[in-house]
Each structure stands twice: as structure tokens, then as C-alpha cells.
């Protein structure tokens, strides 16, 4: 190294350039320089140094006869810095980053921060925390910033309001930052905007409840239809024993009125009978003459008495005529509403066993929707 000139440890841009030739003119002014500079090695590798260059005049102090550096290298602390720097400019580029003082005064903000909450830097600077929150925040945390202050860690999701009064919310961490002595000099937070997010989960929650809602109704009317439907077919089944009881009374009737039919038929016949004595009688009677003149009184009476029972009994015929048409008319709807009420029966169940599916489903329904509000809660 010794002999050469400065600009062997700097890249060929920087030895070339305006500011280094000032560099140097500075120092031989007798100006000092300080700072962090960037120089190669002799492989070429890159190395930061912190360094001082002091020039050093003769006795006279009027001319600079050499000049002394004095420097540390700072190669590993400066690729320290220089990562959290480009992790700190990344995050930037992509979240909404606000600086605060330990009290809650706001330091500075990033154009994301500034986007999502309508307002121009000048507007915030200055200004406590509370400008973006609404009154129940400060009440429900009123040790917030003093929590934050002692270097608590915070994160979650937040609502804040916007410059126009919107509901904003934001998904953010408050990251306290502390000197060398461990004291909290600034919180930084931080923020993801996630409204679109949040009111989605609300309208997805509103969506539930009114499912959830509509099933416990759909379950209650199933259950009640069901009471309804069970108490139709007792109804029904009772209707059908009643009906059918109904039927076999009838039919004794039509077994009744066929045995009266015979015994009228049985009268009619003594009838005719008498009705041929008493006339053989008269006959008789007339033979005698005189002697059997009372006789045949007695038999015109007979045969008279005859003619209204014959009569009689044909008018009581045709009405049992007619009430065995009757009967087998009332046998026979009898017969075709019990017939119609199995039938309904029949239809009822089927419908029950429907209601009852419908139940169950609602039932499903109700345990899912349960369990989503449930899991909904617990994130």
C-alpha cells in the first residue's frame, strides 16, 4: 500500500468522481472529515468503516503535511442495519406505517397509513392517537398507551375512523422502540387494512343468524305440522273404525230387512189363504140358505179383514223395497269413504313422514349453522 494513493481502497465511480476530488481538497484546506464510508478490500470485498480523517499541519499550522484516519470497521453492523433498513422500507411498500411518540403523539406516517385514513401528514403531525379512534376505545383501554409505554407488545384488530367518519379496520401491531438504556423512545405500528374483510365476516354472520333464524322457525312448524298431522291421523283412524263399525251396523239392517221381507212375505200368504177360506166360506154359506146367512156375514168380514192385510202387507213390502235400496245405497258410500279415508290416511302418513324429514333436515340445519357461529366466534 505504501507509496499508492487513497483511491485504491474505492470503487473506480467513486475515485473518479467530483465529490472525492472535494474530499480531498477539503483535508488539504485542513478541514477534517467524519462519517461511514464505503471502501474495498484487496479482494475486492466490500468494507464499512466509521472513521475520522484529521490533517496535520506543520509548526507553523499553515500547511497540511499528512493526514491521519482513525476508523473502525462497522462491515457486520452496517449489513445489520442496512437488512432491518430494506425489512423497514419493504414494509413500507407494502402496509400502513405510523410512528408515535410513548405518550400517543403522532411522529410521522407513510402515504399507506395516510391513504387508508383520508388524511394529509401535515393534518396528523402533532396530534395524539385518539384522532383516529372512537370514545369507546379509550374507555374500554384507558392504559393503552401507557402499557405501550412500558414496552408491551400489541397486536389484533382494531376499528379506527377515517377523516370522513367511515368505519376503518385495521389488522396492526404496535411495536414499542427502545434506546440503548432500554427505554421506549417511539411505538411503531404497523397496519393492514382489512375492512373489506371484516364487513364480509359481518354480512357473512347477519347471513347465519338469519339462517340460523329461519331454520328454529322451519323446526317449530315442522314440529307443530307434525303435532298437527299426528293428531289428523287419529282423527282419521278413528274415522275409519267409526266408519267401519257404521258399515257392519248397516249391513245388519240389510240382514234385518231381509228377514222381515220373509216374514211379510209369510203374512201374505196367510193372507191370500184366509182370503180363500173366507171366500169358500161365503160360498158355503150361500148353499145353506137361511141358516148360513150369519155365517157369511162373518166370512165377507174375514175375507174384507183378508184384502187389508194383503194390503197392508204390499205397502209394507214396497217400503222395505225401498229401504233395502236405501240401505245398500248407504252400504255402498259407506263402503267408498271408507275406502276414501284409508286413502287419506294413507296421504297423511306419507305427508308425516315428509314433515318429519323436514324436521330433521331443519335440525341439521340448525346444529350447522350453530356450529358455524360457534367457530365464527371462537376466530
Not at 410521522?108 to 392517537?129: I, K, S
Not at 255402498?332 to 269413504?337: D, F, K, P, T, W
Request: contains cysteine.
Amino acid at each position: 500500500m505504501v507509496g499508492q494513493h487513497h483511491r485504491l481502497f474505492c470503487s473506480p465511480e467513486e475515485a473518479q468522481s467530483e465529490a472525492y476530488r472535494e474530499f480531498w481538497a477539503a483535508l488539504a484546506r485542513g478541514e477534517h472529515r467524519a462519517g461511514t464510508f464505503r471502501r474495498l478490500g484487496k479482494t475486492g470485498r466490500e468494507v464499512w468503516i466509521e472513521a475520522t480523517y484529521l490533517p496535520v499541519t506543520d509548526r507553523a499550522g499553515k500547511r497540511v503535511t499528512h493526514v491521519v484516519k482513525i476508523a473502525n470497521d462497522i462491515t457486520e453492523k452496517h449489513r445489520a442495519m442496512r437488512s432491518q433498513a430494506a425489512m423497514v422500507e419493504a414494509l413500507g411498500r407494502s402496509m400502513a406505517v405510523i410512528e408515535f411518540t410513548p405518550e400517543g403523539e403522532i411522529l410521522t406516517a407513510n402515504d399507506n397509513f395516510l391513504a387508508a385514513t383520508g388524511y394529509t401528514l401535515e393534518e396528523v403531525q402533532g396530534r395524539h392517537h385518539r384522532l383516529f379512534c372512537r370514545e369507546a376505545f379509550y374507555r374500554d383501554n384507558p392504559d393503552f398507551w401507557q402499557r405501550l409505554a412500558q414496552g408491551e407488545f400489541r397486536r389484533g384488530k382494531f376499528e379506527r375512523v377515517t377523516a370522513t367518519g367511515e368505519p376503518l379496520w385495521l389488522e396492526a401491531t404496535y411495536n414499542p422502540v427502545m434506546d440503548a438504556g432500554g427505554r421506549v423512545v417511539s411505538v411503531v405500528k404497523f397496519a393492514a387494512d382489512v375492512t373489506r374483510d371484516v364487513q364480509a365476516a359481518e354480512a357473512t354472520r347477519a347471513a347465519v343468524l338469519s339462517a340460523q333464524e329461519t331454520s328454529t322457525q322451519t323446526e317449530q312448524i315442522a314440529s307443530n305440522g307434525m303435532a298437527r298431522l299426528e293428531d289428523v291421523v287419529q282423527e282419521c283412524v278413528a274415522s275409519v273404525e267409526e266408519m267401519g263399525q257404521a258399515r257392519e251396523i248397516v249391513q245388519r239392517l240389510v240382514a234385518q230387512a231381509q228377514h222381515i221381507n220373509g216374514i211379510t212375505e209369510e203374512i201374505a200368504r196367510i193372507a191370500e189363504q184366509t182370503n180363500l177360506l173366507s171366500l169358500n166360506a161365503t160360498i158355503e154359506a150361500a148353499h145353506a140358505g137361511e141358516h148360513g146367512r150369519g155365517f157369511a156375514v162373518v166370512a165377507g168380514e174375514v175375507r174384507q179383514l183378508a184384502h187389508r192385510s194383503g194390503e197392508a202387507v204390499r205397502q209394507i213390502g214396497g217400503l222395505l223395497d225401498t229401504n233395502d235400496t236405501m240401505v245398500a245405497q248407504a252400504s255402498e258410500q259407506m263402503r267408498s269413504a271408507v275406502a276414501k279415508s284409508e286413502q287419506i290416511q294413507g296421504y297423511v302418513t306419507e305427508i308425516e313422514h315428509i314433515v318429519s324429514e323436514i324436521q330433521l333436515g331443519a335440525r341439521n340445519v340448525t346444529a350447522s349453522v350453530d356450529r358455524l357461529t360457534a367457530e365464527q366466534g371462537a376466530a
